[in-house]
């Protein structure tokens, strides 16, 4: 409970460090000297002094010390250790809070020798003898030696030297030296202490061979002689030294050889494998005899019973030539944590093994070896699972993604190649939200409304649409803060398509097209068979095209390229018009419209009064191959003055090319024909006849009078409008501001959004359009000062930040977009002066 536990485990302690009262600050850890002055953790202080501290994501940070650390106080059998832990929110550590932990153990078990192989570091302590030779000497009139040696003083001890065997040469340090690269060597009352880095200079790389060596353990027994090693096997980090100390005027010298594995673990069949050797040639230099006395195993340095082990499934075995630890791997008292591998997101497994073996032999009578092996299992790829569930009610896509382990957190998201941190979504219309389960695993939900601008959307067929989430979520994990994305692809169909719709009608010359947009073609592009219509094209053949945003209006005349013909009667033409709707990125056909009107057949044919006849022919439907070019009038020499691919022109007097006249009391009609053969064939198939009548007797006067054309006028309605003027929260016009919400806090620059809206009548061939509108300082709209916002329509070029229209889609509250009207202005504030109006 609290912050901060305490155990002690022999010559180990731990203090673990609570996860949740120390999530999401920044820790320092100092330790504590007698004087009271503390001193920083870092890592190489902690391999030096005989510290460690180690991360677990899923349940805390842990702090552990030896008793025959650099700042424990020893007093008789209690060692005691004090700790300073410094938590802030900020990695400057500014308003830290401190937690002060004074932890004591228990421990009188020494053995005359103790190896500790911890994570960071290698210690090895000895019983600090004298020969009694030596005391019996010294106690024989010490006070003469004192005189001689005023230095040499009764039960002073002091380290002089450390002497490193290397295979190529020895190698003697001071103690100051020592120090310097990192050692530490010490003596207390009854012993005397080396502790050394792993990464330490004189530290070698030993392989012992297990099978080699319980061989040679075997004729130990017989031969009596200490096994000559060789051969690969498992590595070990070791030290071979003397360290010299003085005893009065005495020097002794003592062993501090000390060996820890380094490998030896093997990973098969979903299970953990970690075999160390008995015995190892650096601790057991002249040692002629070995016995087992003790082999315990545990995790987190708490020793497990035989009972705990099995319920674990772990398996212990002390075998003849080593001892072997089998783990389950996701067995309990390990933990998973993630990993990165080439931005390959990954678990691990880790577990925290101890081991404790104990042995007596003739030389040291007995040696007391604790190992603490933190074993990480190889990289794993792990699948990162992604649901979407979708709100439709509230159009929202919901989508969770994870779970994650406790030490991995998002970091940012990559919208439309954009890279925004979290507190930032929201402006980009994204919710993110956490959620962390019992076990302190963790996923994350991302809501997104669909008619968010970076949703995109698709049709796909009849009254369905595809909405489409893009976006890249960047995580980290912690403490070793490798980042790995997830690409989040999500596609929901719904039904909530409306697509365009047409109405066609003609007047005296032309064919007109008129599409009201739906909400699935913003994309699509008009075509006329594979002819892009854009509007540079249309003003080639005198085509009219306009876009509201509402509305695609297209207008063709009768006489057009793209104008189809059929249904040729004397006193009829029926002239179609085809338009095909296609997607702009895969140009698939998406729909198409048709509008076809009955037109007479004197749009094709001016009778002048001088004589002349003016007639195009048209090709029909169904005569594609038929050549203009050939067409000829009732006298085949009669030629056409002008073709093209459709139409053939004929311009002659009414006296040639064939003209048949007929006469009666008041008129006089000329007839001929357009003719087509094909070669070889007198028949033809193609015969259009046409006739000019000109009365035979006929007076007009003519009054000219030049007047100039009147102004254009507008013919003013009258009606009832109900109109709304709202103020929306964001971009998305999704959520207005309600009554109980005014008055609304904005600041200064802050961007507003304002839709009006012609509420009445529902008519669909009204359109909204603004004219003035303005900001007072009150809520009388003939107050003064006053600021323009839009000025007949049109921004005001006054203001330094103009005001932005925003278009109007189709969706299920806007049923008539032209009816609608939206704008951002940039927050604004009265002055008169140099004063600033509040109200």
Known sequence: TGPMSLECSGNLLRITLNAEYFEDKY??????????????????????????????????????????????????????ITIQIKASHTPDMSSATRHLKNASCHYD???????ICESNYMEVSVKREVPQV?????????????????????????????????????????????WSAGYWLNTTDSRVLLRVPYTAAQVQLVEVGVLLQAQQADRLRVSNQMPSLQGQGITFSVLRSSTFYKYQWVILMVDTAVACPVDGVDYMNKTI???????????????????????????????????????????????????????????????????????????????NLFLEHQWEDNKW?????????????????????????????????????????????????????????????VQHGYLIDRTIYANRSKAYIIQVPLDAPSVQKEYMREDMRAYTLNVTLTFITYPSRETFVVP??????????????????????????????????????PFISDWHLTQEAAEKYNYVLRDNGTHLAISVPFLSPHVSYEGFHTSAIKASFHLTLKDGITLAQRTDFSVSCIFSPSELIQCLPNGTVIITAIKLVGGEDLDTALLVLGDRQCKPSLVTERTATFKFNVNTCGTIRKFNNTTMT?????????????????????????AVKETADVRYESKKNPPPSIKPGFGCLSLSLKLFKEKSYSEPYKESEYPVIKYLREALYFEIELIQ???TRLDLILDDCWATNSQSQDSRPQWHILIHGCESNKDSYRTIFHKVNYSLRVKFPQHFKRFEVRMLSFVQGTSLLQE
Request: net charge negative.
């Open 273 to 351: 494998t970690w075999t160390v050797p008995k015995y190892v040639p650096p601790l057991s230099a002249g040692v002629t005899s070995f016995k087992d006395v003790l082999v315990e195993a545990g995790v987190d340095l708490r020793k497990l019973s035989a009972k705990e082990m099995a319920s674990r499934k772990y398996v212990l075995l002390n075998e003849l030539k080593a001892i072997t630890v089998k783990i389950p791997i996701g067995a309990e008292g390990g933990y998973y944590k993630t990993s990165v591998s080439n931005g390959q997101l990954g678990i691990k497994y880790t577990i």
């Open 488 to 525: 989040v692809t999500v596609l929901s169909a719904v039904k909530d398509a409306v697509l365009p719709s047409a109405r066609g009608f003609c007047d005296g010359r032309n064919l007109h097209l008129i599409i009201t947009h739906g909400n699935v073609d913003q994309n699509w592009l």
């Open 27 to 80: 820790l320092s850890i100092f330790v504590v000297d007698q004087s009271g002055t503390a001193w920083e953790l870092d890592e190489a202080m902690a391999a030096k002094c005989g510290y460690t501290v180690t991360y677990n994501p899923w349940r805390s940070i842990e702090f552990r010390a030896s008793a025959l650390s650099c700042h424990s106080h020893l007093q008789k059998d209690v060692f005691t």
């Open 670 to 694: 000329y007839e001929n024909e357009v003719l087509y053969f094909r070669p070889g064939n007198d028949t033809p198939i193609y015969q259009l006849k046409f006739l000019c009548s000109y």
């Open 761 to 763: 009548p529902k008519d």
């Open 134 to 178: 030596i005391k019996d000497f010294l106690e024989d009139e010490p006070e003469d030696w004192t005189l001689l040696f005023p230095e040499a003083k009764a039960e002073e001890a002091s380290i002089w030297q450390i002497v490193f065997h290397q295979p190529e040469e020895k190698r003697a340090l001071l103690v100051s030296n020592a």
């Open 109 to 115: 078990l020494w053995s005359p020798r103790e190896l």
């Open 365 to 425: 009578r007995q040696t007391k070896h604790t190992i603490i092996k933190e074993i990480e299992t190889p990289f794993e790829e792990a699948e990162v699972a992604i649901t979407n569930n979708l709100n439709l009610s509230a159009r929202l896509m919901n989508v969770t993604v994870g779970t994650f382990l406790p030490d991995v957190e998002l970091l940012n998201l990559i919208i439309e190649g954009i890279s925004v941190a979290v507190p930032e979504a």
